[in-house]
C-alpha cells in the first residue's frame, strides 16, 4: 500500500526575471541522493545571490525550473546513502548545495558536507540567518586573507550582513579594525567592535586609511578600485563582489583576489558555538512568510524598505 506523499510548497522560477517571475508552486518533495539529506525547512535566509539567480545574472549555470534559496535550518527527514553523523530527527542549519538552491520550500535537499548540527538556545529564524553571510567573512578574513592578530583590516560594506560577521570575527581575532558603512550605521558598527567607521557618503576612506594589511571588499565597482591606496605594499585585496584589477594590483605591490564561499560543516559548527558562546550575534531584520518570497525579493532589489539585517522566510507553523 502507498502512503501518498503531500505535495512541497516552494518558490520556485521558470524563468529569468524581476521578483516578479516567483510562484509558490507545489512541486514532488524531493529524495535526498547518495551524501545528502532531506530537510523538513523551518526557516530559509534571502540574500543578494537569490537576486542574482532569480535575475539570470549567478555566476553559476542555473538550470530552469529551480527552487529558491541556499541557507535553512530545519529537521532532518530523511537521510541519503552514505551520510553518517546525522539521524531523523536532528535540529539542521546550514546550505543546500553549491548552486545555492533549493531552500526556500517546506522540504529541501542539502548536502550533508554542507550542513551542521542547529546550535542548542538558536531558533531557527535566527540559525537561518547565519550560514553563508558568516562563513564568507571567516573565509575572507582568516582563508582569503590570512589575517592573524595585530593586523590591521578595512572592510567595507560592515553594517550589511557579511559585512557585520567580519567586523566581529575580526575583532575577536584581535585585529584592528577599520570599517565603512552609511552614517545611519555607524553606532551600530562601532558597536560590533569596529576601531574607526568611515561614513561612506561623508567623506572618502582613502584620506583617512593608509597601510593596512588587507582590505575585504564587500561593497565593489569604484570602492575596490579605490581600496589600492589604503593598502601596504605586500597587503591583500579580498572580494566577494568581483575580481579585483590585477594590474592594479601589481602596480601597488599587493595581490588581490575574488572567492566564491564554501560552506563546510567544519566551519558551521565553529561558527555555531562562536554563536552560543556569545562571541558573534546574529541581525535578522525582516521575517515574512514563504508566499511572501517576491516581496522579500523586492526588499532586496530596493523597491520595497527594509530594516538592516537578514530576510528571512518562516516557513511552515
Ligand atoms: N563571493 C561569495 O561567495 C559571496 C557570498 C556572500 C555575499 N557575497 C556578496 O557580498 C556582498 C555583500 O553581501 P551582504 O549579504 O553583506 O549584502 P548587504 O547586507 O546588502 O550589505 C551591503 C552593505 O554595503 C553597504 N554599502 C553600499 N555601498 C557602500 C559603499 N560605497 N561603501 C561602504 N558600504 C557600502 C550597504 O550600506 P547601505 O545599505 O547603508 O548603503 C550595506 O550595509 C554582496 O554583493 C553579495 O552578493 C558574495
Known amino acids: 500500500m502507498t502512503v501518498a506523499v503531500p505535495p512541497t510548497k516552494a518558490c520556485r522560477i521558470d524563468r529569468f526575471g524581476p521578483p516578479d517571475v516567483i510562484t509558490l508552486a507545489d512541486i514532488e ?111 575572507a578574513l582568516f582563508g582569503e586573507a590570512g589575517l592573524t592578530r595585530g593586523q590591521t583590516v578595512l572592510i567595507h560594506g560592515a553594517a550589511g550582513n557579511v559585512g557585520g560577521y567580519a567586523v566581529q570575527l575580526a575583532r575577536w581575532a584581535r585585529l584592528t579594525v577599520c570599517a565603512t558603512a552609511s552614517a545611519k550605521d555607524l553606532d551600530y558598527v562601532h558597536g560590533l567592535g569596529a576601531h574607526a567607521v568611515i561614513d561612506y557618503r561623508a567623506g572618502r576612506f582613502e584620506d583617512a586609511v593608509h597601510g593596512v594589511d588587507a582590505v575585504i571588499d564587500l561593497v565593489g565597482g569604484d570602492t575596490q578600485a579605490r581600496s589600492f591606496s589604503a593598502l601596504k605594499r605586500g597587503g591583500v585585496l579580498v572580494s566577494a563582489v568581483s575580481l579585483p584589477d590585477q594590474a592594479l594590483a601589481a602596480r601597488h605591490g599587493v595581490t588581490a583576489r575574488f572567492f566564491l564561499v564554501d560552506v563546510t560543516t567544519e566551519r558551521l559548527v565553529r561558527i555555531g558555538e562562536m554563536l552560543q558562546q556569545g562571541i558573534l550575534r546574529t541581525d535578522v531584520g525582516a521575517v515574512l512568510p514563504l508566499a511572501a518570497a517576491r516581496s522579500a525579493h523586492a526588499m532586496l532589489e530596493g523597491t520595497r524598505p527594509h530594516p538592516r539585517g537578514k530576510i528571512v522566510l518562516r516557513i511552515g507553523d
Open 29 to 139: 518533495r524531493p529524495a535526498p541522493a547518495a551524501g545528502e539529506i532531506l530537510v523538513r525547512v523551518r526557516a530559509a535566509g534571502v540574500g543578494p545571490w537569490d537576486a542574482w539567480i532569480r535575475s539570470g545574472k549567478s555566476a553559476l549555470p542555473q538550470p530552469l525550473p529551480l527552487t529558491l534559496g541556499s541557507d535553512l535550518s530545519g529537521i532532518v527527514a530523511a537521510i541519503g546513502p552514505g551520510v553518517t553523523g546525522l539521524r531523523a530527527g536532528d535540529a539542521v542549519f546550514g546550505v543546500t548545495n553549491p548552486n545555492f538552491t533549493g531552500a526556500q520550500a517546506d522540504y529541501a535537499v542539502a548536502r550533508a558536507g554542507m550542513i551542521a548540527l542547529k546550535p542548542e538556545g538558536i531558533d531557527d529564524i535566527d540559525a537561518a540567518s547565519v550560514p553563508v553571510v558568516a562563513v564568507t567573512a571567516w573565509q
